[in-house]
C-alpha cells in the first residue's frame, strides 16, 4: 500500500520559533508536495519539488522554506513561526511521468502557533 | 490559470439516498484530468474518482459517478445509495501542469470543498 507519513499530527509553538514539519513516502516517488488547508480556502500549494534537491514556488511560498536531500523526505520549514500559520499541513508525492497520476496524501499535520 | 469553484458549501442527504455534489472549473487547456477527493474526519484524503478529459464516458467507481460537461466546464459527483460513511468533506480537483518544471510536473487545484453530511 502507498504510504505517505507526516510524522507530526499536532504540534504547538510559540510566535518566531523555527518549525520544521517533515514528510515521508516510500513508493519512490520523484513529485512531493506541501499543501495548506484553511476552513473556506480548501488546499493551496506552499511549495513542491520534482526530485531531490529540486523546489520550486507553488501559490503561497511567503514565510516557508523547503528542503528535499534525500527522495523520500520533503521537509517544510517555518523559519519564524506567526499566528497567521496556524493550520493544517498536507504532504503529498506523486509518480512523475505518466500525466494523471494519483497524487498521494498523508494525514496532515496540525499546526498552531501562540 | 485555473480555477475550480465548488458553490455548495454543506450539502446534507438521508442515509440511501442520492446526492449531487456541484463543481466548475475554468481553463484553457484541451486535455486535462479532473478528481475528487474525499476527506473524513480522520484527515486523509482519499481519490474517489478521477476523469480524463479526452473521453467522453463519465467516470464511475462503485456507487460513485461523474457528470462531465466539458463544454460547459462542469464536473459534478453523484454518490447513490448514500452511507454513513460517505459524511466528509468533498474537494473537487484540477490537474494542472507545471510548466516552470522539468518532466512536465502537475500539481491539483482545489475547490473550496463541499461537506456532506449524512443523516441516519
Known amino acids: 500500500d502507498v504510504k505517505v507519513t507526516q510524522s507530526s499530527r499536532y504540534l504547538v509553538k510559540r510566535t518566531g520559533e523555527k518549525v520544521f514539519l517533515e514528510c515521508v513516502q516510500d513508493?519512490?516517488?520523484?513529485?512531493m508536495f506541501w499543501y495548506r488547508q484553511d476552513p473556506g480556502l480548501g488546499l493551496r500549494l506552499i511549495y513542491f519539488?520534482?526530485?531531490?534537491?529540486?523546489?520550486e514556488k507553488g501559490d503561497i511560498p511567503e514565510g516557508y522554506s523547503v528542503s528535499r536531500e534525500k527522495k523520500e523526505r520533503f521537509s517544510l520549514i517555518l523559519e519564524s513561526a506567526s499566528t497567521n500559520q496556524t493550520s493544517m499541513y498536507l504532504c503529498?508525492?506523486?509518480?512523475?511521468?505518466?500525466?494523471?497520476?494519483?497524487?498521494?496524501f498523508g494525514e496532515g499535520s496540525w499546526l498552531t502557533v501562540v | 490559470a485555473q480555477t475550480v469553484t465548488q458553490s455548495q458549501p454543506e450539502m446534507s442527504v438521508q442515509e440511501a439516498e442520492t446526492v449531487t455534489l456541484s463543481c466548475t472549473y475554468d481553463?484553457?487547456?484541451?486535455?486535462?484530468?479532473l478528481f475528487w477527493y474525499k476527506q473524513p474526519p480522520s484527515r486523509q484524503m482519499i481519490l474517489v474518482i478521477r476523469q480524463e478529459a479526452y473521453k467522453q464516458q463519465n467516470a464511475t467507481e462503485n456507487r460513485f459517478s461523474v457528470n462531465f460537461q466539458k463544454a460547459a466546464k462542469s464536473f459534478s459527483l453523484k454518490i447513490s445509495d448514500s452511507q454513513l460513511g460517505d459524511a466528509a468533506m468533498y474537494f473537487c480537483a484540477y490537474r494542472a501542469l507545471l510548466a516552470s518544471a522539468q518532466g512536465g510536473s502537475e500539481k491539483l487545484v482545489f475547490g473550496k470543498g463541499t461537506k456532506l453530511t449524512v443523516n441516519p
Open positions: 503529498a508525492s506523486r509518480l512523475q511521468g505518466a500525466t494523471g497520476n494519483t497524487i498521494y
Open positions: 513508493m519512490d516517488h520523484e513529485n
Open positions: 519539488s520534482y526530485d531531490v534537491k529540486m523546489k
Open positions: 481553463t484553457s487547456e484541451s486535455d486535462y484530468y
